[in-house]
């Protein structure tokens, strides 16, 4: 019997996000986009309704193509308020475009966002040992630190909730706990 991380436990798709996704190191730059957009998008709603909404947003947003999404115009942005699949926010469908030109800035700056994000940890995972889902913090000093640094950088629409949020998915933060078969 497979023993996961209590949050997993709600559905299938939760279930197959947690098992080979969530907290495993990503180091290719359009997975590392994607993750930064599902979070930013989830702020203020579940988890489970962005990944239900998953597809729908590869879709719609070019599959997650920031060089493509860093040049959408204004109806393209209509287009994305239009849809009924995605989340229809306008500041954060604004703030995903923004965020993909900052994206492609950083990349030029620093070779690569890979390069930019774990910087900015020393490439260094953080292994937290929670014994419970409540143990778990839903920010901390490191995502306050990279929220800093991501504003600085001119990054919009990512709080340290959602900055923590991001470190987790890409495996910045290992947040499964001490009992999971994931971890």
Not at 25 to 38: A, G, N, S, T
Request: some cysteine.
């Amino acid at each position: 019997m497979t023993t996961r991380c209590d949050w997993a436990l709600q559905s299938k798709l939760e279930q197959d996000y947690h098992d080979n996704e969530w907290g495993k190191p990503v180091h290719e730059d359009q997975k590392l986009f994607e993750f930064l957009v599902l979070e930013s998008m989830q702020a203020g709603l579940s988890w489970s309704l962005i990944l239900k909404k998953r597809n729908n947003f590869k879709k719609a947003l070019d599959d997650f193509d920031y060089r493509k999404i860093a040049t959408y115009n204004e109806e393209k942005v209509q287009s994305l308020l239009n849809n009924p699949g995605i989340v229809r926010n306008q500041l954060k469908i604004r703030a995903t475009i923004h965020n993909a030109q900052e994206f492609l800035r950083i990349q030029e700056e620093y070779g690569s966002f890979d390069h930019f994000i774990w910087k900015q940890v020393d490439n260094q995972i953080t292994n937290n040992q929670w014994t419970k889902i409540s143990d778990v913090p839903s920010s901390s000093d490191l995502s306050d630190q990279v929220t800093k640094r991501l504003k600085k950088e001119g990054f919009k629409f990512l709080g340290t909730t959602s900055v923590y949020s991001f470190l987790q998915a890409v495996g910045i933060i290992n947040d499964h706990l001490i009992s999971c078969d994931f971890k």
